[in-house]
């Protein structure tokens, strides 16, 4: 297996500009997971699926924030519109259960 | 504040020597993780121990658990160069699949 696949790995935006991550989780994992990691915040759980259903989005900053797992290989994190402070490392992880297996992250710029 | 609190920061020992990385949280706990992440990498896991053990190994790691002080400590012996890393601790919250990690601590093997 190829591990968890991110896309794109880096992404420079203006500000008001929306923004699209993509992951593909391993397969067979049932978990999974959109991290965000700052210097100031440390690594933060934005939101988490189980079997394609958000479980938990209570660490969603905004409404800006969005995101979707439309099936089993494949989710989104949107931002629209993206701001200046969204900038950061944003990992997607995987698990079948508890070990979670983190992808390679999307480092996110906004100017 | 965080679950999970790991003490040092950051650690920088020469090569050959032993490594202990200590972690705290504040809540009751079924597992507690452990994860490296290298400079622009994503987090791997590197050993899981259950709320009932109270101590477990994994090559050169050896973790420890104290429930009854809410503390982790992870030893890694025999440091390598390639064991710089930043190493991060994990609490699942309420037994469900969400962790919660600590800060990190920045740990330099000098050859």
């Known amino acids: 297996d190829a591990g968890v696949i991110q896309s794109p790995r880096h992404e420079v935006t203006e500000m008001g500009q929306e923004v699209t991550l993509r992951c593909k989780p391993i397969s067979g994992h049932d978990y999974l997971f959109w991290y965000r990691q700052t210097m100031m915040r440390g690594l933060e759980l934005l939101i988490y699926f189980n079997n394609n259903v958000p479980i938990d989005d209570s660490g969603m900053p905004e409404d800006r924030f969005s995101a979707k797992m439309p099936n089993a290989s494949f989710s989104t994190l949107k931002i629209q519109p993206s701001e200046p402070r969204d900038s950061a490392v944003y990992f997607c992880?995987?698990?079948?259960?508890?070990?979670?297996?983190f992808g390679p992250g999307t480092r996110l710029t906004v100017l | 504040s965080q679950q999970g609190e790991e003490d040092p920061q950051a650690l920088s020992i020469q090569e050959g020597e032993n490594a202990t990385m200590n972690c705290s949280y504040k809540?009751?706990?079924?597992?507690l993780q452990w994860y490296r992440q290298n400079s622009g990498r994503g987090l791997v896991h590197l050993i899981l121990?259950?709320?009932?053990?109270r101590e477990k190994h994994s090559g050169r790691l050896r973790v420890t658990l104290d429930t009854s002080k809410k503390s982790s400590s992870l030893l890694i012996t025999a440091s390598r160069a390639a064991d710089t890393a930043s190493y991060f601790c994990?609490?699942?919250?309420?037994?469900?699949?969400?962790?919660?990690f600590g800060q990190g601590t920045r740990l330099t093997i000098n050859p």
């Open positions: 994990a609490t699942d919250v309420g037994g469900a699949q969400k962790l919660v």
């Open positions: 992880a995987s698990s079948f259960p508890n070990e979670q297996f």
């Open positions: 809540t009751s706990i079924n597992n």
């Open positions: 121990i259950r709320s009932n053990e």
